[in-house]
Each structure stands twice: as C-alpha cells, then as structure tokens.
C-alpha cells in the first residue's frame, strides 16, 4: 500500500498521503471547495484508514484551488507537492 510522508516545515506536522484514483481525488476536493472539510476528513479516514489527526492534517493540506497556498493565497507552483515560498507550508496541488 503505497503513501508518502511529507513533513510540513511551517505546522511541524508529518502528514500521511496516501494514493488516490481520480475520482476519489474528485470527490475530496469536492467536499473542500464546498467548505465540507469535515466531510472530506472522514473520507480520508474511512477509505484510506488514517487515525483522525493524520487525516485532518492531509484535509488541511489540499488547496481548494490548484496553484493557490491553502494558508495564505499565495500563488504558488502547479506541481503536486509544492512548499510555499511566503508561508513555508506544505501544499498538495491536485
Ligand atoms: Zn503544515
Ligand atoms: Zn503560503
């Protein structure tokens, strides 16, 4: 079962990313752009079997908009896994 861990220099947390098809990614990104997070938590939690805090802490992690740092709207790189230059956090650009 493949998943990375990336950690985040800016909240000091390790965060667990585990591998998703597409419409899974869909659906997660989905339930972030409609400001469901909590949804897309339990999805994370559910399907890929993370504890509730490593799940939580991948949620954060995903810019609802690709490009856009989920913590300050920085423009940022389009490549997956981006550092943001201004704030240091990690992103996950799907
Ligand atoms: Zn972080
Ligand atoms: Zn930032």
């Not at 585990?18 to 972030?32: A, M, R, W, Y």
């Not at 994370?44 to 504890?51: A, E, R, S, W």
């Not at 896994?81 to 996950?92: A, G, T």
Request: aromatic content about 8%; charged content about 25%.
């Amino acid at each position: 079962m493949g998943f990375k861990i990336i950690y985040c220099i800016r909240c000091k947390n390790e965060i667990s990313i585990p591998e998703f098809g597409t419409s899974e990614k869909e659906e997660i990104l989905n339930h972030v752009r409609e400001n469901l997070p909590l949804y897309a938590i339990q999805f994370v939690k559910i399907k890929k079997h993370l504890d509730l805090s490593s799940s939580k802490a991948f949620v954060q992690h995903l810019n609802a908009k690709k490009g856009i740092c989920h913590r300050c709207n920085k423009e940022i790189s389009l490549e997956e896994n981006v550092v943001c230059s201004r704030c240091k956090s990690f992103n996950l650009n799907w």
